[in-house]
């Protein structure tokens, strides 16, 4: 267990008021913001905030196992990088590779958007990392054929396509900051019409073409969950994008239930959206998901200290998950269940750090 | 023992002030934090304002009494004070202070094996109702020790704390870099045991030893029911105001489970973000035999030790008797379910939420 008092970095609201002071206005607010009203992003919170873990008692807890194993992949903790586009925004020198080599050392995965620099076999050989490549369509099934066998040829042990994305939303503060990232100027609307395209028949020929486990990221429902199930996927993701994408959707962990209901056994169930502390991932955990990812923390962390910045939000949320499987009286992921988790009522407002509330941030006014 | 209340004090809130000022921001906020964000610490205080009282009329109430008896204890008011480490960080007299006010106030002390000055010398300070409370850092040996100094000493009873298995991350501590008294001294040595502690130790302490026994720590009706199982003659609700696990449920709704199921069969002890009279006749009528007050010992004691941590009890002990007037009733035995009811919290709830007089500057971390 990490000693947090000596370290730099004691606690991740450090790290989080680190990263706010390295980067600019636009690039935080790029990270930190959400589409329209944020309504979607804040749920995510809100999602984690009316649950409660039920604390069990006078068990053995001295050794807690915290791995989970997922696509042949041995997690120290059931955590993933989520896939970020332009990591190199808050990570200048590394981009990309910082946070492969962060899951390296970490012994969790990194999946590598592929929005980011530098690109997949550079950051392929930056790290000997647990790596699964995640996919934008903007091009035919020659497109798609060429990245999933660069994917398969660079080690990746899986490989994701997302979906929520079909078009692109309005992200209100980019808009009022008048902040163009480079990496949509780049972006055509012939090319963004591959992914508005994008249908269950791709899926169908994707799994008949290749061999690699498929991961459909940006599920949101359980009937697209079932579809799924249907379609033989691999791994299915739920996600809203970090409230990014549809506004006035539902938190992340409300819908994870319903997608357990329909797909567990039959596909590995991953969920990223609001996770900012340990028992967070203990709740998404209980309630069946078998990875959770990590986006904006992942961020923060380059952005305060680049790979050892990941390293230690990485070091201090398995802190938090080894202490609060302990006081559940858990010693691994298969003494949780549903009933370790209970309705129980908020005491904050939810907005992006709010699991945070000793972050103290100057609110920009616009 | 003749000490009298510190009469310069007004309300509660005039002591929480006096308190903050007294103490260093490190101390201030150890006393006052609890773990990670702190959700289970305000989910404490949201349970207790989700309940409103209803106020019954023209009844004599020209008699009320809070007085109660616990394990045979004849008390001025259900009141414990709740075990608490490094009280001497807080006030200099440490736990003797604590044992020295619960004296003259007819109330419990419950003394922390984390706490100084120790249990002799505690227990040696005041002439009071006292109940040791260990952490357990060592084996069978270490245990039968305490168990025996306590027995030897006049302790009624004996509490072990069970819901802290892992030291928990208190951030504004990480924050403040501040590493208090026991936390130090206690570095590398112990934890082991707590976290290997089980059911089988409950079965072997009660085969061994003839004290009444407190399970302290218990945070669902699942364990409280195997722990009147085991013999434990009190169940200890409580999430430890919040430092043990976070993300748990405030410490009511764990009462509201909990109480049918062992009411009769264990005493029932409640703590968890209890600062008004109030709170302490909304815990009983849920089926509380004892109220643990933690975070408002401290306050009173940081504010001007044992005449302070006396003013404190002497407005919660006037609140309640307010409360029964209002309420129409002269005894707790009178109270039950029918006097409460649910209503909407009126606040954002925090640590000092029923003291909304009180209103620090945010300190910046």
Redesign the interface.
Known sequence: MSE??SNEF??I??IIKTARMNLTQGAWDYMAGASESETTMKRNRRA??K????????????EIDTSETIFGMKLNIPVILAPIGSLETFSPVGGAADSARAAEEAGICHMLSSRCAPGLEEVAAAADNYRIFQLYVRGDTDFEDDHARRAIDNGYHAFAVTIDTAVYSRRERDYANRFVKKWRVDVSNDEQNWQALYTWDNVKRFKDTHDIPLIMKGIATAEDAALCVEHGVDGIYVSNHGGRQLDHGRGSLDVLPEVVREAKGKAKIFVDGGCL???DIV?AKALGADAVGIGRLQCCGLAAAGQAGVVRVLE?LE??I???M???GATSWADLDESSV?P??P???PSVFS??????LDANKY | MSIEPAAEFATLHEIIKAARNNLTQGVWDYVTGAT?????L??N???LD?IALRPRVMRDVSKRSAKASFMGRDLSMPIILAPIGSLQMVHEGGAATSAKAAEIANVIHMVSSRSGPGLEETAAAADNHRIFQLYIRGGDDFEDDHVKRAIDNGYFAFAVT????????R?????N???HLSRAVMAGGGM?FQ?????D??KRFKDKHDIPLI?K????V??AV?AVEHGAEAVYLS?HGGR???????AI?ILRETAPEIKGKAKIIYDGGVMRGTDVVKAMILGADAVGIGRMQCLGMAAAGVPGLLRALEILDEEIHIAFGLMGVNSWDELDGSFICDAEPVG??HIFSQHPMVAFE?H??
């Open positions: 947090g008092i004691a606690t609201h450090e984690f905030d649950l409660a873990l039920k604390p069990r008692v006078m068990r053995d807890v001295r502390r340990g028992g709740k201090i802190d938090e080894r202490i609060a302990a006081l559940c209970i129980s009522s005491v904050n407002y699991g945070h509330p000793l972050l103290h | 990670d964000s702190e959700t289970t305000r989910r205080r949201q349970a989700s069970v819901d802290l298995d892992y030291y928990t991350r951030e504004r501590d990480h924050a870099r501040f590493v082991e976290a290997a502690y089980n059911w130790s409950i399970m720590g218990i945070g669902t699942e364990d195997t999430n043990g696990l976070d993300s748990g449920r405030g709704e954002e709830p945010p910046l971390y």
